[in-house]
């Protein structure tokens, strides 16, 4: 990560304690905005793992689409952020839509081991990856400047344009999805099929049109995650892995299939990564998000915000 | 040979079980009843290790058993089956008894790569022991049935079988008759009878249906809302006024 | 006739069957605490704490290669034993997740410390086939040219032998050790883990002795993978190979052990069939995964194909006899 502030400013002695406070406000800035784009990836895990008991493997790769759809509605000249996020979340929920139509649902019906729809949704994983590299080639690809647009200062800090955007991005649709989820008719009809599918069923629920709707909602989010990571740092097909690796385990940190939880873990990861970079060195970034699941997980299996019983699940 | 003093346990803000006393002597057929919810299965996962008590101890033979975990108590000679058959179910029915002898035999992986002659000898003891407990249950023309395959009635014998595999001075049957018609729940007490009368062990069941609880149990003990309502000889129990009114009353 | 068997020994199809029987050692790891229902994506970290163990060994400790590669295994299996201690109680995806975490943190160490040379990885290792080839070269008739075989070739064979006399008495151990009291042990803990306590069955020392099973094939896969190439890097054992591993296992049918060797031999193969339509092979082979857990979640080999082909004529579990309807 490239975006560590005042790294060649050598300060004078009396002011020390002032700069200190500043690296780390800035910091504290760049954690929200890293742990924003991971809780809205594992938003993604969690919804589909709270409807279907599932681990969907394809979600990263999906992460990754969404980046390259908001980049090619760029590329047509559409210099809107809106635009390109809309783009990333609608191609990304086409995508979930034949995910659940091609790898879960015929797995559904034949009632397989439970290890089949992890198979199944790491075959499209691969297939994705592959498709990607074929579609747009191995390199990195960035979006144009015009669209990231520039920073400003704040209070000592630097806060450029596209951090603005994936805070107001991703906390808007957390604040949406808690809505709906709480708030709607669709929203209890989604948690009545996640707690129980025979009960909602019975209840008039068509929990087969429920659960395509979440697996479409949780692919959209991981869309706009991948076009807000692909506009702060890069897009590439191979952007997708690290991405879901640390999606994954922040839904353990947070408790699988709890909302609430992948929002404050993907956050709580941002932070821990920020401050590893700052006290160590960037090579060791991506130790945090496995330290800290280790360490959690030995200390407190059903992870921080779990219930006791949520076991997991068997294999 | 079996006593629990005063043993209680909590789930979140539930008090499951509450200062349950309960005595099994050696020898004898007891019975734990109650109405649904009241606390026996509980009472049977606290004998067997799956919980450990808040409160309270739990003797066997003169030892202290709670706290200890499930393998070690059935090691020290308490089995027992589930209320929900919990059987392997893609093993066959052979194979089930076979698997409950682990705590009885000692072979480890080394002496089964090199085949060594006490291993050859205990796997064929293994195997006639359990071939011998199917017979015993009357199970012996399906000992290569998937558990699974196997009709219900035919599911708790075997699971019986699995139980008595452990070779335990206690067995505990959690509603053994569960589900059954009268032709099976007779040849099941008849099976229980024969279990104190041919082997020798002590038996502590749980059970609904009265027919098989008051012809079959020397001691009965009611438990409701997770305490001890009433403990006594059948015909006590049956005219004890609090268990009428908490239980029989209302069938 | 000689042109064809001189191109059928070629180097590449020689080290293609070399890496076949490597592959099933890595898939015989992930099978085994499968077997016992815990399911570990860590076996990529134990292989790669056998690969460089052992490529360090030899390397700069300048140790013999058999006695390097053990020492890889042992170390990966105490690993595997430390590891399994805090995980014992996790379950199903959170196991899962919890060894797969390792795994990178261990790709990520690999990466970072200076031992293992970083993201530039170990180069140099000296290579089993090369050691041999050597020898025959000094010590034989074959160094002279007379022989039917060149040395290299006649090298790689050996080598092979040996991985492949490795691997069956892999096999053979855990076929002794399933069809034995540990291995009813295993089932039954795979089949309910509550029930198999309450029969007796001390399921904190099972899982222990699967994990550390697990860690010693994954070590002692990645003490000879090391030294049949040149190279290691931390690339070489990240979450793709965790991934892979698995996918040798269910898609060839944890059910049997048998299962996980015809999907490893396919898998490591696969590629190669598929080298006509170079760009598109990744998507057919994720395609495949799909189709085959739509069609046939068991994997290809199941337990009932297994039986069916046994020369022994062992009584399988079968279904019920006529007239006597599971209620």
Same mark, same amino acid.
């Given at each position: 990560m490239a975006r560590r502030g005042h790294a060649g400013a050598a300060?004078?002695?009396?002011?020390?304690?002032?700069?200190?406070?500043?690296?780390?406000?800035?910091?504290?800035?760049? !954690?929200?905005?890293?742990?924003?784009?991971?809780?809205?990836?594992?938003?993604?895990?969690?919804?589909?793992? !709270?409807?279907?008991?599932?681990?969907?493997?394809?979600?990263?790769?999906?992460?990754?689409?969404?980046? #390259? #759809?908001?980049?090619?509605? &760029?590329?047509?000249?559409?210099?809107?952020?809106? /635009?390109?996020?809309?783009?990333?979340?609608? /191609?990304?929920?086409?995508?979930?839509?034949?995910?659940?139509?091609?790898?879960?649902?015929?797995?559904?019906?034949?009632?397989?081991?439970?290890?089949?729809?992890?198979?199944?949704?790491? /075959?499209?994983?691969?297939?994705?990856?592959?498709?990607?590299?074929?579609?747009? !080639?191995?390199?990195?690809?960035?979006?144009?400047?015009?669209?990231?647009?520039?920073?400003?200062?704040?209070?000592?800090?630097? &806060?450029?344009?596209?951090?603005?955007?994936?805070?107001?991005?991703?906390?808007?649709?957390?604040?949406?999805?808690?809505?709906?989820?709480?708030?709607?008719?669709?929203?209890?009809?989604?948690?009545?099929t996640a707690e129980n599918q025979t009960t909602a069923a019975l209840l008039g629920v068509n929990t087969e049109a429920i659960i395509a709707l979440t697996v479409m909602l949780a692919a959209a989010l991981g869309g706009v995650a991948g076009a807000l990571v692909g506009l702060s740092f890069a897009v590439s097909p191979s952007m997708g892995l690290p991405y879901g690796l640390k999606g994954l385990s922040i839904i353990v940190l947070g408790g699988m299939g709890n909302v609430v939880g992948a929002m404050v873990g993907g956050l709580l990861l941002g932070f821990a990564e920020v401050v590893t970079?700052?006290?160590?060195?960037?090579?060791?970034?991506?130790?945090?998000?496995?330290?800290?699941? #280790?360490?959690?997980?030995?200390?407190?299996?059903?992870?921080?915000?779990?219930?006791?019983?949520?076991? !997991?699940?068997?294999? | 040979m079996l006593a629990l003093r005063e043993v209680s346990l909590a789930f979140g803000g539930l008090q499951a079980v509450d200062r349950v006393d309960l005595d099994v002597d050696q020898g004898e057929i007891a019975g734990l009843i109650?109405?649904?919810?009241?606390?026996?299965?509980?009472?049977?996962?606290?004998?067997?290790?799956?919980?450990?008590?808040?409160?309270?101890?739990?003797?066997?033979?003169?030892?202290?058993?709670?706290?200890?975990?499930?393998?070690?108590?059935?090691? %020290?000679?308490?089995?027992?089956?589930?209320?929900?058959?919990?059987?392997?179910?893609?093993?066959?029915?052979?194979?089930?008894?076979? %698997?409950?002898?682990?705590?009885?035999?000692?072979?480890?992986?080394?002496a089964a790569i090199f085949r060594t002659r006490a291993q050859q000898q205990e796997e064929a003891e293994t195997r006639a022991r359990a071939l011998e407990l199917l017979e015993f249950v009357e199970l012996d023309d399906v000992r290569d049935v998937r558990a699974a395959d196997l009709p219900y009635g035919?599911?708790?014998?075997?699971?019986?079988?699995?139980?008595?595999?452990?070779?335990?001075?206690?067995?505990?049957?959690?509603?053994?008759?569960?589900?059954?018609?009268?032709?099976?729940?007779?040849?099941?007490?008849?099976?229980?009878?024969?279990?104190?009368?041919?082997?020798?062990?002590?038996?502590?069941?749980?059970?609904?249906? %009265?027919?098989?609880?008051?012809?079959?149990?020397?001691?009965?003990?009611?438990?409701?809302?997770?305490?001890?309502?009433?403990?006594?000889?059948?015909?006590?129990?049956?005219?004890d006024p609090k268990v009428i009114e908490a239980y029989l009353g209302r069938e | 006739m000689g042109d064809l068997l001189a191109n059928l020994l070629n180097p590449y199809n020689l080290q293609l069957v070399m890496l076949i029987a490597i592959n099933c050692l890595l898939g015989l790891s992930v099978w085994v605490p499968l077997s016992a229902g815990q399911l570990s994506l860590g076996g990529a970290g134990f292989m790669s704490v056998g690969a460089y163990t052992a490529a360090l060994l030899t390397l700069q400790a300048g140790w013999s290669m058999p006695a390097a590669i053990l020492a890889g295994a042992a170390l990966a299996a105490a690993l595997a034993l430390l590891l399994g201690y805090p995980t014992l109680r996790l379950q199903g995806v959170y196991l899962a997740i919890a060894t797969l975490a390792f795994g990178e943190m261990v790709r990520i160490l690999a990466l970072n410390l200076r031992i293992t040379n970083g993201a530039l990885g170990l180069a140099g290792i000296p290579q089993m086939v090369d050691e041999v080839s050597w020898y025959l070269w000094d010590h034989t008739s074959l160094g002279? *040219?007379?022989?039917?075989?060149?040395?290299?070739?006649?090298?790689?064979?050996?080598?092979?032998?040996?991985?492949?006399?490795?691997?069956?008495?892999?096999?053979?151990?855990?076929?002794?050790?399933?069809?034995?009291?540990?291995?009813?042990?295993?089932?039954?803990?795979?089949?309910?883990?509550?029930?198999?306590?309450?029969?007796?069955?001390?399921?904190?020392?099972?899982?222990?002795?699967?994990?550390?099973?697990?860690?010693?094939?994954? *070590?002692?896969? *990645?003490?000879l993978y090391a030294h049949l190439y040149y190279f290691i890097g931390p690339g070489d054992f990240g979450f793709t190979r965790a991934i892979e591993m698995l996918l040798y296992v269910v898609l060839g049918g944890m059910q049997t052990l048998w299962g996980t060797l015809v999907g490893a031999s396919a898998l490591t193969l696969l590629p190669e069939v598929l080298r006509f339509s170079a760009s598109y092979r990744l998507m057919i082979y994720g395609g495949v995964l799909v189709a085959l857990m739509i069609f046939r979640p068991e994997g290809l080999i199941s337990a009932a194909l297994v039986d069916a082909l046994s020369w022994r004529r062992r009584r399988p579990a079968r279904a019920l006899p006529p007239g006597e309807g599971a209620a």
């Open positions: 300060p004078r002695p009396l002011e020390t304690g002032a700069h200190a406070a500043t690296v780390w406000l800035q910091q504290l800035i760049n !954690g929200v905005s890293l742990g924003a784009t991971y809780s809205l990836v594992a938003l993604g895990y969690t919804l589909v793992f !709270g409807t279907l008991g599932i681990i969907n493997m394809a979600h990263g790769e999906i992460f990754m689409f969404g980046a #390259f #759809f908001g980049l090619l509605l &760029v590329e047509t000249g559409l210099l809107s952020s809106v /635009g390109m996020l809309a783009a990333a979340a609608g /191609g990304a929920a086409v995508m979930g839509l034949l995910l659940e139509y091609i790898a879960l649902r015929p797995l559904r019906r034949r009632q397989g081991g439970h290890l089949t729809p992890l198979i199944s949704t790491i /075959g499209v994983s691969i297939f994705l990856r592959s498709l990607a590299l074929q579609l747009f !080639g191995p390199e990195s690809q960035s979006f144009p400047a015009a669209l990231k647009g520039g920073s400003f200062r704040l209070g000592g800090t630097v &806060v450029t344009q596209v951090d603005a955007v994936i805070l107001t991005a991703a906390l808007g649709l957390m604040l949406g999805l808690w809505l709906l989820l709480g708030r709607t008719k669709l929203g209890k009809a989604m948690r009545a970079v700052q006290l160590f060195s960037s090579s060791w970034r991506d130790m945090a998000a496995f330290a800290l699941l #280790f360490l959690l997980l030995v200390v407190k299996p059903e992870g921080l915000f779990g219930r006791a019983h949520q076991a !997991g699940g068997k294999v | 109650g109405p649904n919810g009241a606390g026996k299965t509980t009472v049977f996962n606290l004998i067997t290790g799956i919980y450990a008590p808040d409160a309270g101890t739990i003797t066997f033979q003169g030892q202290a058993i709670h706290g200890q975990p499930p393998h070690r108590i059935t090691a %020290m000679g308490i089995a027992r089956t589930f209320q929900n058959i919990r059987l392997f179910g893609s093993a066959s029915a052979l194979e089930n008894v076979m %698997m409950a002898r682990h705590c009885r035999t000692r072979s480890g992986s080394l035919r599911q708790r014998r075997l699971e019986i079988a699995r139980a008595l595999a452990t070779e335990p001075q206690l067995i505990l049957l959690d509603e053994p008759a569960a589900g059954m018609n009268e032709t099976e729940s007779d040849s099941l007490v008849r099976l229980i009878r024969r279990i104190r009368d041919e082997l020798g062990k002590t038996v502590l069941l749980i059970e609904h249906d %009265m027919r098989v609880v008051m012809g079959l149990c020397d001691r009965i003990t009611v438990l409701n809302f997770g305490r001890r309502l009433a403990h006594g000889r059948p015909e006590e129990v049956r005219r | 002279s *040219g007379q022989g039917p075989l060149d040395p290299h070739t006649a090298g790689s064979l050996i080598i092979l032998g040996v991985l492949y006399v490795l691997l069956a008495a892999a096999v053979y151990a855990l076929l002794r050790q399933a069809g034995s009291r540990v291995g009813r042990a295993l089932r039954a803990i795979q089949a309910d883990e509550l029930a198999a306590r309450a029969m007796g069955i001390d399921t904190r020392y099972y899982k222990l002795l699967v994990f550390t099973q697990s860690g010693f094939l994954a *070590g002692l896969a *990645g003490g």
